[in-house]
């Protein structure tokens, strides 16, 4: 049984930044690719970033490359989208997820958390 549990969502003016967490309860979480999507409210789930198990290999969308950094800590099991230069464009649900195999496939995500909410004033 694998479960996800973000964290970390809130209100922020534009420029600024947030930091969400997400942690897997799973026996075994290295081995899992790690990806954080958004959905915003009459759109479809986008797939933002992603991390390899090891962490040495990332995607990110264009329209957060330079802006969001994805990293995790097999130790703690838990992954981190730091995102800064905040706009309003970001605001979403944002959903943390874990698959396997390539990392910019959305299909390949089949284990997700509940969601925590981003919203970006202007």
């Known amino acids: 049984q694998v479960q996800l549990v973000e964290s970390g969502g809130g209100l922020v003016q534009a420029g600024g930044s947030l930091r969400l967490s997400c942690v897997i309860s799973?026996?075994?979480?290295?081995?899992?690719?790690m990806g954080w999507f958004r959905q915003a409210p009459g759109k479809e789930r986008d797939l933002v970033t992603a991390?390899?198990?090891?962490?040495?290999?990332?995607y990110y969308a264009d329209s957060v490359k330079g802006r969001f950094t994805i990293s995790r800590d097999n130790a703690k099991s838990t992954v981190y989208l730091q995102m800064n230069s905040l706009k309003p464009e970001d605001t979403a649900v944002y959903y943390c997820?874990?698959?396997?195999?390539?990392?910019?496939?959305?299909?390949?995500?089949?284990?997700w958390g509940q969601g925590t909410q981003v919203t970006v004033s202007s």
């Open positions: 997820a874990a698959g396997s195999g390539r990392l910019g496939v959305p299909a390949n995500y089949d284990h």
């Open positions: 991390i390899n198990w090891s962490g040495d290999s990332t």
């Open positions: 799973t026996r075994i979480f290295s081995p899992y690719v």
